[in-house]
């Protein structure tokens, strides 16, 4: 763990802290060449940074102490604390909960019991009092707790139960509000938390929703296969999305990253489709040789049908892809573009210290989808290279005379990324239909304004979209 | 009939199967209806041992360099009791009847005696041999502590005199388990090439050394047996074996009377008899454990919910008035 009790590193962590939130790249420009903990040394007798000298031994360069940098660590979780503060919050945790155990060292004795000492602790019993052949005769608890529910069925998704992650350390984990349609009111109306192991498979969660359902609603009747349910994308108010077609039962649940979904009888021709697939290939597997063939053809076309889908679906997934920032100045720099469900992020490839100049580095920046408006392709060169435009909304203006009066339309910033033709269409293509699965009020709000704009003016041309 | 979660009637009054292995958790069981009540976190370690205390309220779990307590009554899933400064794994774990002090064994070569009273008169014990221990089992009548070893040793330890005496069934054969009958009348161990030996003991009472006689050698399992058990009732012997089988053999004349066996079972790590002797739980690898119905060799229920080996199982039932 770092260091806390260096004041050095402290105030190091502090301005990184600072430059890294400052969209503005202010900060950055004031605070980025100077190294304030010398200057302060030189400037005063005063011994204001006890731990300078420990710190030279540290190896850590100035953008390596912001925890804020390491982006990667917290991917596909809304970014509402940093992670010092999630990691301080877990270690406090853990610190709680150990202190609640009691911990008994393994100590000797001090000194050798006296003969009337062992006697009294390791006394002998009397086994001949105790064997009274009545008191074994009776019927035990469980004999008779049997007795009273003789016929119970076996519940057909106990095999399933293993798939619980509930009281898993350390094994990754998957937690889920999952509605159920299915039950009355009120129970329809609440998400149902099932943490299931990450390397489960979607059938398998399905299992395992099934298991606690028919333990928690015992009343309810439910269908004895798993294929006949299906998981849906839902809103955290309960309603499905039924836009997307249901999880692939042989999916990794490990790969989706929705919060909330919904548990329906599997009905409509998709999904009867996708179950039909199942079907064939769990039946039809090394066993029956010459079906196989068939449905193999089948299970390519219906893949086919599905890529489409899939597309869209994996779209939420994180991926990481390699670009170039154009800067106003005609340079450019090379990113990483990060761009998951939550989010985008730019990072920069490599800490340019000696070369950059601070007005073209790039500031390791993230985006919540939310503020994502549009992407587009805006023109493809010759060499096969493309360059495409993010557009994005930020909300507080530096001046606050500018920010009342100023429509909206100031707070709509871009960025151009040069790529590989293949490469900016994919990450177009994928920000898109990010952006399909999410309706942001900015979106909203920007495709508005762009349509007004365009009646207005018609040689007017804000951005792609 | 209706499946509830809550239980009404305090850890006392109920029948407790916990079991615990190789996926760090512990989980308790509704042992009537095979629904899993409650899952402990035993972190880092795996459980090797269960066992639960003479008064209800805790359970004890032996795993890699310490012993942990976890509370019966509530729903924490933390211990609240942490025994350690040991090295290497703990083999076994179980209690003195009135709860005065708690007996283990393990690989750092000793049996040890915890004192768990709170007033400070320490009973600490230490007994040393010379190999790996790998089940302690204390005699019915409190004060003679039997410790099998991985060289093939069994030690027997008088706790009031300090006096011990070894026996060597089989050598270079590691005993893997040890039992003895509630009326202290018989006692059973099993190796690692699969073979039973029983004792007939006589002394054992008013202070004399109990003194085993060799009485029997069954060729139990064709395999490693791993443990070994007698019925309440004193009437029925249980051997588990990594032959994938358990099996229930007669005290009166050691004829094996019914062989639990099930597909896919693997190896069968632990056994518990029920209070009335007529049913059994096992726990094995397929992460599943069992209860058994004796005489009709059928499976009553199964507890499935962990997702590696099941490798130990503590069980209470009681007899109730009818």
């Known amino acids: 763990m770092a260091f806390y009790d260096n004041k050095h590193w402290l105030i ?125 005769a009776g019927k035990s608890l469980l004999a008779q707790q049997l007795e009273k529910c003789p016929n119970l069925p076996q519940n057909p998704f106990q095999m399933f139960a293993k798939c619980d992650g509930s009281a898993h350390v350390g094994v990754k984990v998957k937690k889920y509000g999952i509605f159920l349609p299915l039950l009355p009111a009120p129970d329809c109306n609440y998400p149902m938390t099932v943490i299931v192991l990450a390397a489960a498979k979607v059938q398998d969660l399905i299992g395992l929703i099934l298991y606690k359902c028919t333990i928690q609603h015992p009343n309810q009747k439910f269908k004895s296969g798993v294929e006949s349910y299906a998981l849906h994308i839902a809103e955290d108010d309960g309603e499905i999305d039924w836009d997307f077609p249901c999880l692939d039962p042989r999916e990794t649940v490990g790969k989706f990253g929705f919060k909330f979904l919904a548990l329906v009888e599997s009905k409509g021709s998709l999904s009867s489709h996708l179950q039909e697939e199942f079907k064939d290939v769990v039946d039809c597997g090394p066993v029956h040789g010459t079906s196989g063939n068939k449905s193999k053809a089948q299970l390519q076309e219906a893949e086919l049908r599905m890529k489409d889908h899939m597309t869209a679906m994996e779209a939420s997934l994180y991926q990481s892809y390699q670009v170039h920032v154009l800067h106003p100045l005609r340079a450019k720099t090379e990113i990483h573009l990060g761009v998951s469900r939550d989010k985008v992020e730019i990072d920069p490839v490599t800490q340019q210290k000696v070369s950059a100049k601070f007005w073209v580095r790039q500031r390791a920046v993230s985006y919540d989808t939310d503020c994502i408006v549009a992407c587009d392709l805006l023109e493809t060169k010759s060499n096969n290279r493309a360059v495409f435009r993010m557009v994005y909304y930020r909300s507080s203006s530096p001046s606050p005379e500018l920010s009342s009066a100023t429509p909206h339309s100031m707070n709509f910033k871009h960025h151009d990324f040069e790529a590989a033709e293949s490469v900016a269409r994919a990450v177009v293509q994928q920000i898109n239909h990010v952006l399909e699965l999410r309706t942001s009020a900015r979106r909203k709000e920007y495709l508005a304004l762009k349509e007004r704009r365009s009646h207005r003016r018609k040689s007017f041309h804000l951005g792609p979209r | ?259 639990l066996k099930q597909e896919g079972q693997r190896w069968v790590w632990d056994a518990a008899f029920s209070a009335d002797s007529q049913y059994i739980v096992t726990a094995s690898s397929d992460g599943v454990a069992r209860l058994w119905n004796i005489e009709k060799g059928t499976v009553e229920r199964e507890y499935s919910g962990h997702s590696k080996a099941i490798t130990s199982l503590a069980f209470r039932d009681q007899i109730v008035n009818p």
């Open chain 2, 1 to 259: 009939m209706t499946l509830t979660m809550t239980s009404d009637s305090s850890p006392s009054e109920q029948v407790i199967l916990a079991t615990g292995g190789y996926d760090h958790t512990i989980k308790l069981w509704q042992a009537h209806t095979g629904i899993c009540q409650r899952t402990a976190q035993h972190t880092e370690s795996q459980v090797n041992a269960l066992d639960i205390t003479p008064d209800k309220q805790h359970i004890a779990a032996a795993g890699y360099q310490h012993i942990r307590m976890y509370d019966l009554a509530s729903n924490n899933p933390s211990p609240v009791v942490n025994y350690d400064g040991l090295s290497k794994n703990v083999t076994s774990v179980g209690f003195q009847e009135e709860g005065k002090w708690m007996y283990t064994g393990g690989e750092d070569l000793s049996a040890r005696i915890w004192d768990l009273r709170s007033r400070a008169l320490q009973c600490q014990r230490i007994f040393q041999v010379s190999a790996p221990v790998n089940c302690v089992c204390l005699h019915p009548n409190q004060s003679e502590l039997v410790v099998g070893d991985q060289s093939g040793v069994i030690h027997l330890w008088d706790l009031k005199t300090d006096h011990n005496e070894q026996l060597i069934p089989e050598a270079d054969a590691s005993i893997q388990s040890i039992a003895m009958d509630p009326q202290g009348k018989l006692m059973a161990a099993v190796n690692n090439k699969g073979r039973c030996y029983i004792w007939s003991l006589s002394g054992g009472e008013s202070q004399e050394p109990t003194k085993p006689k060799p009485s029997h050698k069954i060729e139990a399992h064709p395999k490693f047996a791993l443990k070994c058990a007698f019925s309440p009732d004193s009437s029925l012997l249980v051997t588990t074996s990594a032959d994938q089988s358990a099996r229930i053999w007669e005290t009166k004349d050691f004829t094996l009377q019914t062989e």
């Open chain 1, 12 to 136: 190091s962590h502090i301005r990184n802290s600072f430059v890294s939130s400052d969209d503005t790249g202010m900060c950055e420009m004031v605070m980025q060449g100077e190294n304030l903990s010398k200057k302060l040394i030189s400037s005063t007798k005063f011994d204001c940074y006890p731990g300078e000298d420990d710190s030279e031994d540290d190896d850590m360069d100035a953008m390596g102490q912001s925890f804020d940098i390491q982006s990667d660590l917290d991917f596909g979780g809304h970014r509402a604390r940093s992670n010092t503060a999630a990691r301080l919050e877990k270690m406090d945790r853990e610190k709680k909960r150990a202190a609640k155990t009691k911990h008994i060292k393994w100590e000797s004795a001090p000194a050798a019991l006296s003969k009337s000492e062992m006697a009294e602790v390791f006394q002998e019993k009397d086994l001949k009092i105790e064997s009274k052949p009545e008191l074994k």
